[in-house]
């Protein structure tokens, strides 16, 4: 067993600092506080990473580390902590380690250097907690593969999880990976985000298959989509039932109840469906 100790030791730190997604006024203070204190700053981005630094007039040495670059930086990155020197790794926005080379980074370092990881504003959630989907369990599987086959050969993989799946995309992929989830999933609730945390923040919510040409293909998406039910159980499968139970007399919680148990969907679907009905109502 290895255990690793993050702040009793006065080696210099490599810290993974967290951006703001999107909003440049979601960057935490503590984040604000490392910036100023590390010696170093690597980026994704520099050129994203110095807009970030002008606005809070911080003037620190900043090169780049990205996945053209990652075995030369590592080792750049490893001699300037040999030196002495605390370095602060920043991707272009949100948590470093999540769709960036910052993986290979904390490989590398972990077992010489403290890693600390700086919390910040998180695409995955922030697009989660807003969607209504389930929130959990959820599986994040990020980007897919460019070309068809291998996009959906990549997608039966997850065919049949129960879990909320969380899928990034960019603009001029968005159209093939909907097609391509419906084509492997069938009929599935589904919820697109884009520019989250921006002026036009954008949630469309839709079931896989619908028309989807509303969506305005701009920026970068965060795709949602609910997990596997048993027998993929329609919304009309499940308004049916609660409402011959409530004809019986029972009450709207305990309708709820025993369709989730019958069904085996989770409450919290249930629940939604029934109150969003009510709202259309």
């Known amino acids: 067993m290895k255990i690793r100790k993050s702040f009793q030791t006065k080696k210099p730190t490599l810290y993974l600092i967290s951006t703001p997604i999107g909003n440049l006024?979601?960057?935490?203070i503590r984040a604000l506080e490392t910036l100023k204190k590390v010696d170093i700053i690597y980026a994704e981005d520099t050129r994203v990473t110095t807009k970030l630094?002008?606005?809070y007039e911080i003037k620190k040495p900043l090169y780049s580390y990205h996945s053209f670059n990652e075995e030369q930086a590592i080792k750049e990155i490893f001699k300037h902590l040999e030196n002495g020197?605390?370095?602060g790794y920043c991707t272009d926005a949100g948590t470093p380690g999540i769709s960036d080379p910052g993986y290979y980074l904390v490989a590398e370092i972990k077992d010489y250097f403290p890693v600390v990881s700086i919390p910040g504003a998180s695409s995955i959630l922030t697009a989660l907690v807003s969607s209504s989907l389930v929130p959990q369990p959820?599986?994040?599987?990020g980007f897919v593969g460019r070309k068809q086959t291998q996009r959906k050969k990549m997608l039966s993989v997850y065919k049949d999880y129960p879990h909320?799946?969380?899928f990034f995309e960019s603009a001029n992929r968005?159209?093939?990976?909907l097609d391509s989830l419906f084509e492997v999933f069938g009929k599935r609730k589904s919820v697109v985000a884009r520019e989250l945390t921006k002026l036009f923040e954008t949630f469309y919510e839709f079931y896989l298959g619908d028309d989807y040409s509303k969506i305005e293909l701009k920026g970068e998406f965060v795709v949602l989509v609910e997990g596997y039910q048993k027998d993929q159980i329609s919304r009309d499968d499940i308004l049916k039932l609660v409402d011959e139970l409530l004809t019986q007399g029972m009450s709207k919680k305990d309708a709820i109840k025993k369709v989730s148990e019958k069904l085996e969907v989770a409450k919290n679907l249930v629940y939604?469906?029934?109150?969003?009905?009510e709202k259309e109502s």
Do not use: N
């Not at 959820?138 to 599987?141: L, P």
């Not at 968005?174 to 990976?177: A, C, N, Q, T, V």
């Open 85 to 87: 020197l605390s370095i």
């Open 164 to 166: 909320t799946l969380i």
């Open 53 to 55: 630094l002008e606005l």
């Open 25 to 28: 006024k979601d960057l935490t």
């Open 174 to 177: 968005l159209s093939g990976l």
């Open 272 to 277: 939604q469906e029934v109150i969003k009905r």
């Open 138 to 141: 959820f599986t994040f599987v």
